[in-house]
């Protein structure tokens, strides 16, 4: 096949590629903003990010936002994506129509600097399951799988298409986290910073292909730090920032031009983008001050002339993302706030309960890891308590209940802290580009991790029962078995809790600092009589308390006969002396199991409302 073939070929499955992801029913959107302004801090530390900038993005250009570090790009990029609006203040017009907020979500996607993904997935399962969520059920299963072929077959990926992600390139990463975004057809891409990390090669690889996405009819913006002059050519459209001010705007090719308008001229064969830093540094002296208002800080652009365009007023922006207006409009923008997917509920948690599961089966440290540990350490134990449950020489058995509790807490909290902080990532850059709600992703996590919660400790439980000469009865087995399972159910919503709130080296630490109060009140450390009574009320928030009263009330109460004594005179010969011994006699069952439910429930409902509010934060 020759060389012009080979071409013709390739064209056509671009051309294929686009006519699937550009809908000919929705023109093609410019998008402007008006004086806006950023600040953060609050009273008498307010500091001002953003100075009342201006600018205009149009559609079928692939934009880039330059300026050195501190200059305030990424804070615009993160407003004109919709992702910050407190503290925020001016106009976002697309189309010279106020900005929709609902509408402009549902077409718009955002891609971070670090390529956030699911590393256990490989590329077809992650465009599938992208396909299903954002195409939903109006679109058949034949053409899903259409769309993901060509779009990978585009981007270059059709050779690794079974490769997990954790085995990529940085630069395939990329361009499969712009790949993903392209299924529900947006009309505005955001990138921040797409070819850090890349090396040239694959820095000009993933620049060629947004500008392809551009001449299809979309609005593509990306952060750039310190471009190539052959990188900086793949651009349009250049909007330089520095100060928290737009000191340029226009085609890439005026740039030079521009600057020589105040007598700064790039040496030849000099990257005009190199140039164009070492003055927003100041190395040419003070002429930014110049520089920003020859293009009225973005309200112009510029083409060889300046051409004026009509001034806007500026309208503060609340937290919401509404303007400040009178109640009733208030009330109709926030309705706005609210997202429909592009999938229903239910699909949305079929989807993320198939996707979960793989990634949780083939993480060694959730499944390998957990599984091996409690299998050797029921074994241990098993062989250090050696027929200590039929034991009546002393209750050192009441030791083997509370440590075994012990290391179901941590065994079941330890990996969600640990795997928990770094999925949140992706579900950030999931949930703000529209994949699914917050409500279906925590339900299929929930719903993937529970067989685990109750399998190994089920294996672990019956390791040590059986080696450890517990009362060979069914009814004290499910007992037990029913308050080993309600703790490590706990343990799973307290490490989703300390996951979700800190990261990883914060959440482990604070979450053993946070178990010694509460293992302290358990029964076993201290009996609950001799606890001064202003702190009594103490151990009855102590889930240890609960998971260590109703292991002892499985193995002694409910009428247990005498347990075997080698010598003359066992004190704790009978069951109910050992329950009198820790205050336990007067102890029900029931009460510590509807604690633990207790827990059960306001840990699952607290890691909810805390993911909500993280993400809520990040606007």
């Given at each position: 096949?020759?060389?012009?073939?080979?071409?013709?070929?390739?064209?056509?499955?671009?051309?294929?590629?686009?006519?699937?992801?550009?809908?000919?029913?929705?023109?093609?959107?410019?998008?402007?903003?008006?004086?806006?302004?950023?600040?953060?801090?609050?009273?008498?530390?307010?500091?001002?990010?953003?100075?009342?900038?201006?600018?205009?993005?149009?559609?079928?250009?692939?934009?880039?936002?330059?300026?050195?570090?501190?200059?305030?790009?990424?804070?615009?990029?993160?407003?004109?994506?919709?992702?910050?609006?407190?503290?925020?203040?001016?106009?976002?017009?697309?189309?010279?129509?106020?900005?929709?907020?609902?509408?402009?979500?549902?077409?718009?996607?955002?891609?971070?600097?670090?390529?956030?993904?699911?590393?256990?997935?490989?590329?077809?399962?992650?465009?599938?399951?992208?396909?299903?969520?954002?195409?939903?059920?109006?679109?058949?299963?034949?053409?899903?799988?259409?769309?993901?072929?060509?779009?990978?077959?585009?981007?270059?990926?059709?050779?690794?298409?079974?490769?997990?992600?954790?085995?990529?390139?940085?630069?395939?990463?990329?361009?499969?986290?712009?790949?993903?975004?392209?299924?529900?057809?947006?009309?505005?891409?955001?990138?921040?910073?797409?070819?850090?990390?890349?090396?040239?090669?694959?820095?000009?690889?993933?620049?060629?292909?947004?500008?392809?996405?551009?001449?299809?009819?979309?609005?593509?913006?990306?952060?750039?730090?310190?471009?190539?002059?052959?990188?900086?050519?793949?651009?349009?459209?250049?909007?330089?920032?520095?100060?928290?001010?737009?000191?340029?705007?226009?085609?890439?090719?005026?740039?030079?031009?521009?600057?020589?308008?105040?007598?700064?001229?790039?040496?030849?064969?000099?990257?005009?983008?190199?140039?164009?830093?070492?003055?927003?540094?100041?190395?040419?002296?003070?002429?930014?001050?110049?520089?920003?208002?020859?293009?009225?800080?973005?309200?112009?652009?510029?083409?060889?002339?300046?051409?004026?365009?009509?001034?806007?007023?500026?309208?503060?922006?609340?937290?919401?993302?509404?303007?400040?207006?009178?109640?009733?409009?208030?009330?109709?923008?926030?309705?706005?706030?609210?997202?429909?997917?592009?999938?229903?509920?239910?699909?949305?948690?079929?989807?993320?309960?198939?996707?979960?599961?793989?990634?949780?089966?083939?993480?060694?440290?959730?499944?390998?890891?957990?599984?091996?540990?409690?299998?050797?350490?029921?074994?241990?134990?098993?062989?250090?308590?050696?027929?200590?449950?039929?034991?009546?020489?002393?209750?050192?058995?009441?030791?083997?209940?509370?440590?075994?509790?012990?290391?179901?807490?941590?065994?079941?909290?330890?990996?969600?802290?640990?795997?928990?902080?770094?999925?949140?990532?992706?579900?950030?850059?999931?949930?703000?580009?529209?994949?699914?709600?917050?409500?279906?992703?925590?339900?299929?996590?929930?719903?993937?991790?529970?067989?685990?919660?109750?399998?190994?400790?089920?294996?672990?439980?019956?390791?040590?029962?059986?080696?450890?000469?517990?009362?060979?009865?069914?009814?004290?087995?499910?007992?037990?078995?029913?308050?080993?399972?309600?703790?490590?159910?706990?343990?799973?919503?307290?490490?989703?809790?300390?996951?979700?709130?800190?990261?990883?080296?914060?959440?482990?630490?604070?979450?053993?600092?946070?178990?010694?109060?509460?293992?302290?009140?358990?029964?076993?450390?201290?009996?609950?009589?001799?606890?001064?009574?202003?702190?009594?009320?103490?151990?009855?928030?102590?889930?240890?308390?609960?998971?260590?009263?109703?292991?002892?009330?499985?193995?002694?109460?409910?009428?247990?006969?005498?347990?075997?004594?080698?010598?003359?005179?066992?004190?704790?010969?009978?069951?109910?002396?050992?329950?009198?011994t820790f205050d336990m006699d007067q102890s029900s069952y029931y009460v510590s199991i509807i604690g633990l439910m207790m827990y059960f429930v306001v840990m699952r409902i607290a890691g909810?409302?805390?993911?909500?509010?993280?993400?809520?934060?990040?606007?």
């Amino acid at each position: 096949m020759n060389k012009i073939t080979r071409k013709a070929m390739d064209s056509t499955k671009q051309t294929e590629l686009w006519s699937l992801t550009t809908d000919e029913s929705k023109p093609s959107s410019d998008f402007t903003f008006h004086d806006i302004s950023y600040n953060v801090g609050k009273r008498n530390n307010v500091k001002r990010i953003l100075q009342q900038m201006s600018g205009t993005f149009k559609s079928g250009q692939l934009t880039a936002i330059l300026g050195p570090s501190g200059a305030g790009k990424t804070s615009l990029m993160n407003i004109l994506a919709g992702l910050k609006t407190t503290g925020v203040e001016g106009r976002i017009e697309v189309d010279g129509v106020e900005r929709n907020f609902k509408t402009f979500r549902k077409q718009s996607a955002y891609i971070t600097q670090k390529d956030y993904l699911l590393k256990d997935l490989t590329i077809d399962e992650y465009m599938t399951s992208a396909a299903h969520l954002k195409l939903g059920n109006k679109v058949s299963d034949s053409e899903k799988k259409t769309r993901a072929d060509l779009i990978i077959k585009t981007l270059g990926l059709a050779s690794s298409v079974t490769t997990k992600i954790s085995r990529l390139s940085g630069g395939e990463c990329k361009r499969l986290s712009i790949g993903l975004e392209l299924f529900d057809n947006p009309s505005f891409l955001f990138l921040d910073e797409p070819t850090s990390g890349l090396d040239s090669s694959s820095s000009l690889q993933c620049v060629a292909l947004l500008r392809k996405i551009a001449n299809s009819g979309r609005t593509v913006v990306a952060t750039i730090h310190q471009p190539s002059s052959r990188l900086l050519d793949h651009f349009d459209h250049l909007y330089v920032v520095v100060g928290g001010s737009c000191m340029f705007q226009g085609p890439v090719e005026f740039l030079v031009p521009y600057l020589q308008t105040v007598n700064l001229h790039c040496p030849k064969y000099h990257n005009p983008a190199d140039f164009v830093m070492d003055v927003a540094s100041g190395e040419y002296g003070d002429v930014l001050p110049q520089l920003v208002s020859g293009i009225e800080n973005g309200r112009l652009t510029y083409r060889g002339s300046l051409a004026s365009s009509r001034s806007t007023r500026s309208i503060n922006l609340e937290g919401n993302g509404s303007y400040q207006v009178n109640d009733d409009e208030g009330k109709k923008k926030n309705k706005q706030k609210r997202i429909t997917y592009g999938a229903p509920f239910r699909t949305q948690v079929k989807v993320l309960l198939e996707r979960t599961w793989r990634t949780m089966w083939r993480e060694k440290m959730q499944t390998q890891t957990r599984f091996l540990t409690h299998i050797v350490f029921g074994i241990f134990i098993g062989l250090m308590y050696q027929t200590v449950g039929n034991d009546a020489s002393y209750p050192f058995n009441a030791g083997l209940l509370a440590f075994s509790q012990l290391f179901i807490i941590f065994t079941g909290t330890m990996p969600t802290i640990v795997t928990f902080p770094m999925e949140r990532n992706v579900l950030v850059r999931e949930h703000l580009n529209h994949w699914y709600s917050l409500k279906a992703y925590y339900l299929a996590k929930l719903i993937v991790d529970i067989p685990f919660q109750i399998l190994f400790p089920a294996i672990f439980l019956a390791i040590v029962y059986l080696m450890t000469g517990q009362p060979m009865c069914m009814m004290r087995f499910s007992m037990l078995l029913l308050v080993t399972i309600c703790m490590s159910l706990v343990a799973q919503g307290i490490g989703l809790v300390f996951g979700a709130v800190f990261d990883i080296q914060t959440a482990l630490f604070l979450s053993s600092v946070c178990a010694i109060p509460l293992l302290l009140f358990n029964g076993f450390c201290i009996r609950f009589n001799s606890i001064p009574f202003y702190l009594r009320w103490m151990s009855y928030g102590s889930l240890f308390r609960h998971g260590f009263e109703g292991a002892m009330l499985s193995v002694y109460d409910y009428d247990r006969p005498p347990l075997n004594c080698s010598q003359p005179y066992c004190y704790f010969r009978y069951p109910h002396k050992i329950l009198e011994t820790f205050d336990m006699d007067q102890s029900s069952y029931y009460v510590s199991i509807i604690g633990l439910m207790m827990y059960f429930v306001v840990m699952r409902i607290a890691g909810y409302f805390v993911l909500r509010f993280k993400l809520k934060s990040i606007s």
